[in-house]
DNA sequence: TGAAATGTTGGGGCG
DNA sequence: ACGCCCCAACATTTC
């Protein structure tokens, strides 16, 4: 009853309520909390994350610390390599074992695999990533499921094991006082880590988290099943960054959500709403099975295929300059605010991998860098699905048609408007196409193709025959190969 | 968690 | 009254 815990924060779990780890140590006795900021953070290699993610990962720190004093405890936050800090403060300071959220990121796992080499004293991982452990669910014949919907049924099946989530503790001990805190920081400021801070980012912490989930619960998800598609409305939960950042519990999500007593006419919504956390849970399942995923496509038809390499192409996708407007509204959507909507995502993946044919891991990588809500697990498959070489994903002839997909689900052209506001004075008939305005109504919006507003980079019906028959062609050649 | 091409059907205009 | 054409509207298939 009086052993020492380390409580080590990795930066998917920063809340106190529904924290395994956190509730475990409180009830054996003295807990410390620790949040290492690793250079690894900062580093040019992947998974880098960006300043995006940094501000609302420095809010969050902010918060926890704050809401672990009002437990009578605090954070403490060390500078260095993760690998070398946790073995380090544990044999210094004497604890009995350290306890931490299990993580899905492969390169997390290796650090977690070499502390436990290193550490004297047991670390233990609990769940609270997912809402059920990894490899819990598999197919009668034992393997992961490749399928989504044979891996929802399973789920249902299954689903009253994700049980309720915890109060955080009521109350903590304080920090040991002979434990030497020296080499211990302040949460760094954003000026001092050379980020400015970015008025666009929702904030993030815990109760930024709560208030989120809730205006989501009371106002939101009732539509979810039409709304969520909209691009012009605020019609998703807008919770992907703290279920990335941990500041709210999938399970504390899933209960609620689980607990909403819905009109007849939501209960598709929810169960729609539902489903998107069940893929998350895929997501997370099939990268903890395959950790290989981060380097290669999951279809062996699609290694070695032949993406075309085109700096101008590649830039004018990054920048929002490819002459699609939804394309163009989804690029400055991610560098502005760090989060794009999930259907705008799926247009711009599907535009960059088959239209221009760019490699899906460049997309993906910057994608990770720019995102708030960074998640190795569903970017990878979202990115894999969207090439069509992933694990269940659409079939590589499935191309979205951006102007379509704006029609449909901008109708009004308003998302465009908000994002690519050079072509805002367009009516809503040709706003996703401005290329095919008439004269007159151009001048009238003061769209000057080429000049305001960049030329189509790529005819579509052109730019879909070509991908099309590349892929045919090396998808046939590599099964051919694998027969012979 | 597509889109485009192609096929089918059925109502209405018209000779 | 009838066949013919046109063409939505919907269904199926192909990429």
């Known amino acids: 009853m009086t052993a020492r815990t380390l409580v080590w924060y990795r930066g998917n779990d920063l809340r106190v309520s529904d924290h395994r780890p956190l509730s475990d140590a409180a009830q054996s006795g003295s807990v410390v909390p620790v949040f290492v900021l690793d250079p690894h953070f900062f580093a040019v290699k992947p998974p880098r994350r960006g300043a995006h993610r940094m501000q609302f990962l420095i809010e969050s720190l902010v918060e926890l610390n704050q809401n672990l004093a009002r437990l009578g405890s605090k954070l ?17 300071w004497n604890v009995d074992r350290v306890v931490a959220q299990r993580v899905t990121e492969p390169l997390a796992r290796e650090w977690e695999e070499r502390i436990a080499r290193l550490l004297s004293v047991p670390l233990i991982l609990l769940e609270g990533e997912t809402l059920l452990p990894p490899r819990t669910l598999r197919t009668g014949a034992g393997t992961p499921y490749l399928v989504f919907t044979p891996f929802a049924r399973a789920f249902a099946k299954v689903a009253d094991e994700v049980g309720s989530p915890l109060l955080a503790p009521r109350k903590l001990p304080p920090l040991p006082s002979a434990l030497s805190v020296s080499e211990t920081l302040a949460i760094p400021s954003l000026a001092e880590l050379g980020i400015s801070a970015n008025r666009h980012l929702h904030s ?4 930024a988290a709560k208030r989120r989930l809730q205006s989501f619960l009371r106002t939101t998800l009732a539509d979810y099943a039409e709304g969520r598609d909209r691009m012009d409305l605020p019609g998703t939960s807008r919770l992907s960054a703290d279920l990335s950042l941990g500041t709210i519990s ?3 999500v899933w209960d609620a959500v689980c607990r909403c007593r819905a009109a007849p006419r939501a209960v598709r919504s929810l169960d729609a709403f539902r489903n998107e956390l069940i893929w998350r849970e895929f997501a997370h399942s099939t990268l903890w099975d395959r950790p290989e995923l981060l380097e290669a496509p999951f279809r062996k038809d699609f290694l070695d295929f032949p993406w075309r390499k085109d700096d101008g192409d590649w830039d004018a996708w990054v920048q929002g300059t490819t002459g699609y407007p939804v394309v163009d509204a989804a690029a400055r959507q991610l560098l502005t605010e760090g989060w794009v909507h999930n259907r ?6 599907s535009f960059l991998t088959k239209h221009l044919m760019i490699d899906f891991r460049l997309g993906e990588k910057h994608y990770l860098e720019q995102l708030v809500d960074a998640d190795c697990a569903s970017n990878n498959m979202g990115w894999q699905w969207s090439a069509g070489c992933g694990c269940d994903a659409q079939p590589y002839f499935r191309i979205f048609n951006p102007l379509v997909q704006g029609e449909r689900f901008d109708p009004d052209g308003q998302y465009v408007r908000r994002w690519v506001p050079e072509l805002a004075k367009l009516p809503a008939k040709y706003i996703h196409r401005p290329a095919a305005a008439p004269g007159a109504v151009r001048l009238a919006a003061s769209v000057v193709m080429g000049k305001t507003y960049p030329e189509p980079r790529v005819d579509h019906v052109a730019a879909r025959s070509r991908f099309l028959q590349i892929a045919e062609s090396h998808i046939n050649k590599a099964r051919a190969n694998a027969d012979s």
Not at 76 to 92: C, F, N
């Open 76 to 92: 403490i936050v060390v500078s260095g390599k993760t690998v070398e800090v946790i073995p380090r403060l544990a044999r210094q």
């Open 204 to 207: 993030g912490g815990e109760t």
């Open 250 to 252: 999938v399970r504390t």
């Open 344 to 349: 705008a995502r799926m247009v711009a993946a």
